[in-house]
């Protein structure tokens, strides 16, 4: 299992993984019991993680993932009128 922690504040991290969707219910279970995080904030999670430009190798999941950042930042861009 592997999870990938993406920018975000001590008070909000952004995350991502890499799970099958019948591993995710489990582990967002086990997350809920163990209190590490509430529903709420699991529906935060971006399950799978990164766009969808099939990658295969390490190198193109990390792509994937920047690139995801890149568009999340330029839609806050384009919300917020501003330029960040």
Known sequence: MRLYCAVGSISRLHFGNDWQPSEEAVIFSQFVDDGIATPEQLEQ???????????????EIAVSVVARLVQRRANLRRALGASI
């Open 45 to 59: 999670v971006e399950c799978p993680v990164g766009l969808d430009i099939q990658a295969v190798s390490v190198q």
